[in-house]
């Protein structure tokens, strides 16, 4: 089946512009997570929604970032006036809740270049 | 202490070794852990979830020793196509509890 989406697949924009990407999950997950991927770095958790529950917002690093998510499935990142710290891959990953477990299946990834 | 920790590497190990890597974390309410690897430059992809008994699937075993707060993840007969980043994800609880680490890099020499 289809697996995790994400679009655009690269994104080069002017330092001071906004940007928005989009995350379409598996067809019936309920959980849907943000990271960011730092060149040689590890994973960095941004955002988690899960079904009709508030997100856990904790991971967002300033206010420049926000993510919504629409009818429970297709999300959006939203990043305001993009800085050169912000160049990095941003991926989306989804999971079905299940026994407490939540095995995480990851889209190809946004590659974000701030100039 | 970070919260999930791994050694970087490289592990360089040559093609049909045996190869083994831990991942320690600081958490004792931790409930799940899984490994993942990476390609270079490619996403995250799950290898295995980690059971409390210890898993195995075909040359990766997988096991976890809450006592001392580690996961380990052996491969057996490596191949060329093993080298990769592993990824250690352990998450406190629910799912918003989710760490990686910075993850280990293995190099399969021929």
């Known amino acids: 089946g289809a697996g995790v989406s994400q679009s655009p697949s690269n994104k080069v924009t002017e330092k001071g512009k906004d940007v928005e990407l989009r995350c379409d999950p598996i067809?019936?997950?309920?959980?849907l997570y943000w990271y960011r991927q730092s060149l040689g770095q590890g994973l960095e958790f941004l955002i988690y929604?899960?079904?009709?529950?508030?997100?856990?917002k904790s991971g967002l690093p300033s206010d420049r970032f926000s993510a919504e998510r629409t009818g429970g499935s297709v999300s959006t990142l939203t990043i305001q006036r993009t800085q050169q710290e912000d160049s990095a891959v941003y991926l989306c990953?989804?999971?079905?809740?299940?026994?407490?477990?939540?095995?995480?299946?990851f889209g190809p990834g946004t590659r974000l270049t701030v100039t | 202490r970070k919260e999930v920790e791994q050694d970087p590497g490289p592990f360089n190990v040559p093609e049909g070794a045996t190869v083994a890597f831990n991942c320690t974390y600081s958490?004792?309410?931790?409930?799940?852990f899984f490994w993942y690897r990476q390609d270079c430059r490619k996403e995250p992809k799950l290898l295995m979830s980690?059971?409390?008994s210890g898993n195995e699937d075909g040359r990766f075993t997988a096991q976890l020793n809450r006592a001392s707060q580690y996961i380990s993840l052996l491969i057996r007969d490596s191949k060329l196509s093993d080298s990769a980043t592993y990824l250690c994800?352990?998450?406190?609880?629910?799912?918003?509890?989710?760490?990686f680490g910075k993850g280990t890099h293995l190099i399969i020499q021929p």
């Open positions: 990953a989804s999971s079905l809740v299940l026994a407490g477990v939540y095995e995480q299946y």
């Open positions: 067809s019936g997950h309920t959980a």
């Open positions: 929604f899960q079904g009709n529950s508030a997100p856990d």
């Open positions: 958490n004792s309410a931790s409930q799940s």
């Open positions: 980690v059971y409390s």
């Open positions: 994800v352990v998450t406190r609880r629910g799912a918003d509890g989710l760490t």
